[in-house]
Every structure is written in C-alpha cells, then in structure tokens.
C-alpha cells in the first residue's frame, strides 16, 4: 500500500463535513475495494478527525453525551469524562465506547470545574438545541479548559452543521481565551462548504467565579453568532446577488402562467417545429 495513497485517505477523513464521516468511509470503500485494508491502516487519521471535531459518544448503558478530545484523553485509547467519573475505551473507526471504568478526578479545583460545568448546562440548554460540554484540568492542573460542542444534523434537507468552542481559563491570571469553530455543509444540488472561526480573549475579575466565566462565554458566542448573520446578509445581498442575473435578457421578469407563448415553452412542450 503507496503512501500516497494512505495520506490522500486520511485527507478524506480529516476533512469529512460534520455528521458525514460515515458517508467518506463509505465511498472510500467503494474506491478502494483492491485495498480492503486501507481503513485499519489510517487509523491515526480518525483520532485526529474525532479529537479535533469534539466527537461525542453515549457510554454503554447511559444518555449521557461524552467528548473525546486530546484535552481528556488517557493511555491506550482510553478517555476520561469528569461529569460521570468515568474512563472508556474509544474506537476511533466504529465511534463506539466500551470498558467502562470507575474515574475520580484530581485536580485543586475539582470544586470549580463542578461550579463551570453547572454553570454551563444553563448556558447550553438556553442557547442551543442539542450540544454536549465538559471542564477539564490540563497544563499540570493550572488550566481549566472548556469544551463545548452543538451538532445539528439535516441530512433530509442536504445540510449538517457544527459548532465548536474551546476555552483556556487560567483561575491564577483571571484570564480567558479561547476559539470559536463553526462548520457548515451544504450539498443539495451542489456542495457548498462554510467553515470559520473565531478567537477569544479577555479578562476577568480576581474573583473569576464559574458564573462570571460562562457569562464571559455566552457574550463572546453571542457576539460572534452576530457577526455571522451580518455576514450571511452580505453575502445574500451583495456577492451571491451577483452571481446571477437579476432579470433575463429581455429585461422583464417571467410571467409563469404564460410560459406556453414563450419560445422556450413550445420548444419545451412540442408546440414548435423548426
């Protein structure tokens, strides 16, 4: 197998639209047939495409929604979830959990990352439909970082869509900073792709209570989901407008009802011979 090939598959993988990696896995297969392995050699490229894209997972026997992230993940493909006190084991290929385990966290602000995460179930039930998020220790216990993550899947409709936020809070400095990612993929008729993001950074009081970060939180996605709409608008309005006439050649707009004494009409239902 050319490494060629293996780094033009993990492409496909990496950049698999939200909620279609089952779908790129599949036409990979299909492409593929004289190289039934290909899939398990690739590997890493899931890990990457899972840890970066804040896939989510149902633990065996719960409805709880868990992240994997480089930011909770353990030794042999184990990750952690602080909300459950739990360890799993995490196929990358399948997406499936297995190997539940008990996990206690440790951490000197254990009281503060239930505080966040607390603060953040709010935050997520009044802002989005469907999303999942969690507070993990990192930097040896001297950051929180805070992970959320909202899908929103149409496949009926030929759109999924993704969201992404990332938070560094660091309780000595009183300082938060993050990105926000958003992921967008239409392909009815076509295939339009929007993906963007957006940084964060700000300071908070030396208090830095877990309420005072997630309002700092909702204002920063609050401000950037403006700034989208404003941008969609333009887009409407200005570049896509251009794209297309505005009226036909004739300079008058299609009166559909007669569309039968239009040249095109009768060429279309047979009404006329050249």
Known sequence: MSSNNIAAVSAFIEGAPPGELSN????IKALTVDEPKIIQSVEPAFQKYNEEQLATVKLPESSHNVIISSYNSLEGERYFDVESQSSFVFDHTTQKASG?????LESQHTDLVKSLIQALST?????????????IPTSSDSVLTILLVANKYSPSNF??????????YNPSHASLDGTIKVDVH??????????????????????????????QVA??????????????????EGAFKSLRRQL???????EWEKISSYRIGQDLGGGRTR
């Not at 790129?24 to 036409?27: E, K």
């Not at 204002?219 to 409407?236: D, I, M, P, T, W």
């Not at 036909?248 to 299609?254: A, E, G, Y």
């Open 24 to 27: 790129v896995i599949a036409d």
């Open 100 to 104: 539940v385990q008990s996990y206690s």
């Open 123 to 135: 935050h997520a039930r009044e802002h989005y439909t469907s999303s999942s998020y969690t507070v």
């Open 159 to 168: 759109w999924n869509g993704r969201w992404r936020s990332i938070y560094h």
């Open 186 to 215: 239409y392909y009815e008729d076509g295939n339009v792709r929007l993906t963007t993001q957006k940084s964060i950074s700000t300071s908070l009081s030396s208090s830095g209570s877990a309420s005072e970060v997630v309002r």
């Open 219 to 236: 204002v920063g996605e609050k401000k950037y989901q403006e700034e989208l709409n404003r941008g969609f608008s333009a887009l409407s």
């Open 248 to 254: 036909p050649v004739t300079r008058q707009k299609v």
